[in-house]
């Protein structure tokens, strides 16, 4: 493609979460203002993208990402029977095995299967939406599967409580104002989606899990808070669309190759952007915000459009944290703060262009609403 120098130059931040695992070790730059300068880069990722490079290797090993896309693998070569055992059908309609074209995305059939988890309810009911029981494959079928997942899960539950509370400082959060937000956030109603993607047929577009050129960029956005995406090694797979130029002095690695990126005019999206590829990075997970992210915000953070383009078999697990399920979603003082009192192009507020005030959500009910239909059962999933 032929795009602008500016283009070319476009890449995710790698932000190294170390300072805030390890606050006391100097050998993280837990001193100095490490956490400090940790948050700020979080900020002015959310602020320019809505998705960065999370550097995690200090926390979790290469290693045990890996051995979740091997998992994986072995769960998806099984007999089709075999899999089938944990199918939606057995629970509540989200919660299991999905087969090839069984997820649908904008109306079109998805060429990827998928075996979908959900954080387990007190009182499991299978009748309701999103309150059955999670299906894992038996030991006899994927040795270790469910032991390694569940490790992962609660590794995943602690980074995304990390990963708020840096937030809430680059947001300039109060102390109680944090203990506030906490609260909605320590019961998180998480999501984790095993999924992998066979080679496709010979008539079918590339475009899976996400929207095509055709669409509207707000029909492919996460629904709830953080995501932490773990890709195999596949390259060009996942895109995000970027349509501000990064601010002046913010350093980017690693470069995106952007020959495959794809710039797209106004008549198609109603806007001016382009497509940029998100490579998987060893040792880090690439970190996304949701919706709920951007009312809490009023709309300083964006949950940006991305989708994933199918380039042969390949295996991605995201983890979604989630709001509590009744956890009730406003926009922040802190966020209100920050577009009414500072100058800073960013946040865009002038007396002539104030920013309208974000409506409040229940996230169970926003999260119920959004699942419903997603399905070729039509009964509801998490996408």
């Not at 708020?164 to 984790?192: C, H, N, P, Q």
């Not at 002539?352 to 119920?368: E, K, Q, S």
């Amino acid at each position: 493609m032929t795009g602008s120098p500016s283009l070319r130059l476009r890449s995710l931040p790698v932000i190294d979460i170390a300072p805030w695992i390890y606050p006391d070790a100097e050998h993280h730059r837990g001193h100095n203002g490490g956490r400090q300068s940790t948050a700020a880069a979080i900020h002015a990722a959310c602020l320019t993208y809505g998705f960065f490079y999370l550097d995690i290797s200090s926390y979790v090993g290469q290693a045990e990402m890996d051995e979740l896309a091997a998992l994986a693998r072995q769960f998806f070569a099984l007999p089709q029977e075999e899999k089938e055992k944990l199918g939606l059908a057995n629970q509540d309609g989200a919660r299991g095995y999905q087969r090839l074209k069984e997820n649908v995305t904008n109306g079109k059939a998805d060429n990827h299967e998928g075996l979908d988890f959900y954080a387990p309810v007190a009182e499991p009911d299978k009748t309701r939406p999103l309150f059955g029981e999670n299906q894992w494959p038996s030991e006899e079928a994927v040795p270790e599967f469910r032991v390694k997942y569940e490790q992962w899960v609660e590794r995943m539950k602690v980074l995304g409580m990390i990963v708020m509370e840096a937030m809430s400082v680059g947001l300039g959060m109060t102390r109680d104002e944090w203990e506030d937000l906490k609260g909605k956030v320590d019961d998180s109603f998480w999501v984790m989606r095993v999924i992998g993607y066979p080679p496709l047929p010979n008539d079918y577009d590339g475009f899976s899990c996400g929207c095509t050129q055709y669409l509207l960029p707000r029909l492919n956005r996460d629904y709830g808070c953080l995501t932490f995406l773990y890709a195999d090694p596949t390259p060009n797979a996942l895109q995000l669309m970027s349509k501000d130029k990064p601010p002046a002095g913010v350093s980017h690695l690693p470069a995106i190759d952007d020959e495959n990126a794809l710039e797209l005019p106004d008549e198609e999206t109603g806007e001016n952007g382009v497509w940029i590829n998100a490579n998987p990075v060893p040792g880090c997970v690439v970190c996304n915000i949701g919706e709920m992210w951007e009312i809490w915000t009023n709309g300083l953070y964006k949950s940006t459009l991305h989708r994933v383009i199918h380039r042969g078999s390949d295996y991605r697990i995201p983890f979604f944290f989630e709001p509590n399920f009744n956890a009730h979603v406003a926009p922040l003082a802190a966020a209100i703060r920050l577009q009414k009192d500072s100058i800073q192009p960013a946040y865009a507020y002038t007396p002539h262009t104030p920013h309208r005030r974000y409506a409040p959500v229940v996230y169970g009910d926003f999260l119920l609403k959004k699942v419903s239909g997603n399905f070729a059962t039509s009964k509801g999933k998490y996408d």
